[in-house]
T-cell receptor, first 114, second 110 residues
């Protein structure tokens, strides 16, 4: 089954404790992206990747890191999480980056930072 | 002005009616436009994409794009209670980013 897999689904952590949210897709998609979704603000793009080893900042990159060492994986790293990073996070992928075919989204990760 | 604006709703329509969802955008260079549906507690799923001015139909859904007026809309014919969800408008303003509106909540009353 074609899908984007995120883990974990739920995560509660403490301020400052480094964490990684994993994302993997099995569709050979070139383009991958991370979004956070907050009430009233919608989906905001954190980082995106056009292909292996090619990443760039979205609209809200502060406090986040990403890497794209393999085509299928695009982990999101929070080096020192803070309470304002409490949010619902989605990983998404698309066939190409030059003309989007629309995203396939992962199931989401609900992160709480206390 | 937000880059993508949607009425947050809720929009309430009776079963069998036409639901009309609207979205306006600020970047005239935007090329690709999308509608996603998001059920409560779930991830967004792509309904339709549209790239050219005019209408595009897919089953009960019709997307309408007017680049001169900078709006894109989604019509849902014969609305069903199962259509109750939040509908997200998204677009590519050029480059590699995709920007989403905050979404419109739709309720279809049985």
């Amino acid at each position: 089954e074609a899908q984007v897999t995120q883990n974990p689904r739920y995560l509660i952590t403490v301020t400052g404790k480094k964490l990684t949210v994993t994302c993997s897709q099995n569709m050979n998609h070139e383009y991958m992206s991370w979004y956070r979704q907050d009430p009233g603000l919608g989906l905001r793009q954190i980082y995106y990747s056009m292909n292996v080893e090619v990443t760039d900042k979205g609209d809200v990159p502060e406090g986040y890191k990403v890497s794209r060492k393999e085509k299928r994986n695009f982990p999101l790293i929070l080096e020192s999480p803070s309470p304002n990073q409490t949010s619902l996070y989605f990983c998404a992928s698309s066939l190409t980056s030059d003309r989007s075919y629309g995203y396939t989204f992962g199931s989401g990760t609900r992160l709480t930072v206390v | 002005q937000k880059e993508v604006e949607q009425n947050s709703g809720p929009l309430s329509v009776p079963e069998g009616a036409i639901a009309s969802l609207n979205c306006t955008y600020s970047d005239r260079g935007s090329q690709s436009f999308f509608w996603y549906r998001q059920y409560s507690g779930k991830s967004p799923e792509l309904i339709m994409s549209i790239y050219s001015n005019g209408d595009k139909e897919d089953g009960r859904f019709t997307a309408q794009l007017n680049k001169a007026s900078q709006y894109v809309s989604l019509l849902i014919r014969d609305s069903q209670p199962s259509d109750s969800a939040t509908y997200l408008c998204a677009l590519q303003p050029g480059g590699f980013k995709t920007i989403f509106g905050a979404g419109t909540r739709l309720f279809v009353k049985a």
